[in-house]
């Protein structure tokens, strides 16, 4: 997964083409708009990384009394602009500036944020809401979403690496296939972000972590994981493991889940291939593995993935 830092992270949110892709995942802007229309109604809003502001105006449209849009990169000055020409200078107030850093003149009751990045927890961005909630939301006010599970399950790459590997077996009548395992040594360096069909997993999948928005502290972002048991469903050659995740919202039955099978997002889902592959039969029915997202000690806007295969013995 590429490196991300502070500067880096905030300039690439400057960029419009990447909240192009953002805008146009309709499964996401579906599942946030359903949840805010359904709990901002005369309440007090804070967006955290409001971004172009798509969430702040669905806020402001679903009748919230006061919005309060954060957002730290330079798309910033342009929201005045964004909110002007929707009609909602009197809702929306933009605060350019970190979540940490900025200044609300009242508490909230509501605050919303899509901080979600590849397998959940790539950027960190959920370190700053959980800072905003502490400084502005209410005792009883909601998180939007409220909560965040992690899911894994092994998963069969055969197209894929049929696509990736063969290739190298004739290349205009050339066998340079003495280059495979180089080339597969590089790919397990580095999770996949790819599609993964229903179809290609192994095992019903299992719940690697859970995270509570309302109540989980900076610090216990710093690793979450655990162990995930799967028993063989069919038959097929591992050759890693698929991750996804699921966010639910209070007070309304959306649910935003990048699951293989459901309408593809943005996030698509995330591989991680094995350096050695398994077999699933029906001899060889569990297949379990511990999973940790852990942040990374040099770049904290990074998320490492530590997996680890247990035998049945362990």
Same mark, same amino acid.
């Given at each position: 997964?590429?490196?991300?830092?502070?500067?880096?992270?905030?300039?690439?949110?400057?960029?419009?083409?990447?909240?192009?892709?953002?805008?146009?995942?309709?499964?996401?802007?579906?599942?946030?708009?359903?949840?805010?229309?359904?709990?901002?109604?005369?309440?007090?809003?804070?967006?955290?990384?409001?971004? !172009?502001?798509?969430?702040?105006?669905?806020?402001?449209?679903?009748?919230?009394?006061?919005?309060?849009?954060?957002?730290?990169?330079?798309?910033?000055?342009?929201?005045?602009?964004?909110?002007?020409?929707?009609?909602?200078?009197? %809702?929306?107030?933009?605060?350019?500036?970190?979540?940490?850093?900025?200044?609300?003149?009242?508490?909230?009751?509501?605050?919303?944020?899509?901080?979600?990045?590849?397998?959940?927890?790539?950027?960190?961005?959920?370190?700053?809401?959980?800072? *905003?909630?502490?400084?502005?939301?209410?005792?009883?006010?909601?998180?939007?979403?409220? $909560?965040?599970? %992690?899911?894994?399950?092994?998963?069969?790459?055969?197209?894929?690496?049929?696509?990736?590997?063969?290739?190298?077996?004739?290349?205009?009548?050339?066998?340079?296939? *003495?280059?495979?395992?180089?080339?597969?040594?590089?790919?397990?360096?580095?999770?996949?972000?790819?599609?993964?069909?229903?179809?290609?997993?192994?095992?019903?999948?299992?719940?690697?972590?859970?995270?509570?928005?309302?109540?989980?502290?900076?610090?216990?972002?710093? $690793?979450?994981?655990?162990?995930?048991?799967?028993?063989?469903?069919?038959?097929?050659?591992?050759?890693?493991?698929?991750?996804?995740?699921?966010?639910?919202?209070?007070?309304?039955?959306?649910?935003?889940?990048?699951?293989?099978?459901?309408?593809? !997002?943005?996030?698509?889902?995330?591989?991680?291939?094995?350096?050695?592959?398994?077999?699933?039969?029906?001899?060889?029915?569990?297949?379990?593995?511990?999973?940790?997202?852990?942040?990374?000690?040099?770049?904290?806007?990074?998320?490492?993935?530590?997996?680890?295969?247990?035998?049945?013995?362990?």
């Amino acid at each position: 997964m590429q490196e991300v830092d502070d500067e880096s992270y905030f300039n690439a949110y400057a960029d419009l083409d990447v909240h192009e892709l953002m805008l146009r995942d309709t499964a996401r802007n579906a599942a946030f708009r359903a949840a805010i229309e359904s709990v901002c109604r005369g309440k007090v809003v804070l967006d955290v990384g409001a971004g !172009t502001g798509l969430l702040s105006l669905y806020a402001a449209r679903a009748g919230a009394l006061r919005v309060y849009a954060v957002e730290a990169s330079g798309l910033a000055t342009l929201l005045p602009d964004v909110v002007a020409a929707n009609g909602f200078e009197n %809702v929306i107030s933009v605060l350019h500036g970190r979540a940490e850093e900025v200044e609300l003149p009242e508490q909230v009751d509501v605050l919303v944020s899509e901080w979600v990045g590849f397998h959940l927890l790539h950027e960190s961005m959920l370190d700053s809401v959980v800072s *905003a909630r502490a400084r502005w939301l209410k005792p009883d006010g909601l998180m939007l979403p409220s $909560e965040a599970r %992690v899911f894994a399950a092994p998963v069969n790459m055969d197209a894929w690496a049929t696509e990736h590997f063969q290739f190298w077996t004739s290349v205009d009548g050339f066998d340079l296939s *003495a280059f495979v395992p180089h080339v597969a040594a590089a790919a397990v360096q580095e999770p996949l972000v790819m599609l993964v069909e229903a179809s290609q997993l192994l095992a019903p999948p299992c719940r690697a972590a859970s995270i509570d928005c309302a109540t989980v502290s900076i610090g216990e972002l710093s $690793e979450t994981g655990g162990l995930c048991r799967f028993r063989a469903s069919r038959s097929g050659i591992v050759h890693g493991y698929a991750l996804w995740f699921e966010l639910t919202f209070p007070g309304c039955d959306a649910v935003l889940s990048n699951a293989p099978g459901q309408p593809p !997002t943005h996030w698509k889902q995330t591989v991680v291939l094995l350096p050695e592959m398994l077999m699933a039969t029906a001899e060889v029915t569990t297949l379990d593995c511990s999973l940790v997202l852990r942040k990374d000690r040099l770049l904290p806007r990074a998320c490492e993935i530590e997996l680890e295969v247990l035998g049945q013995d362990d």
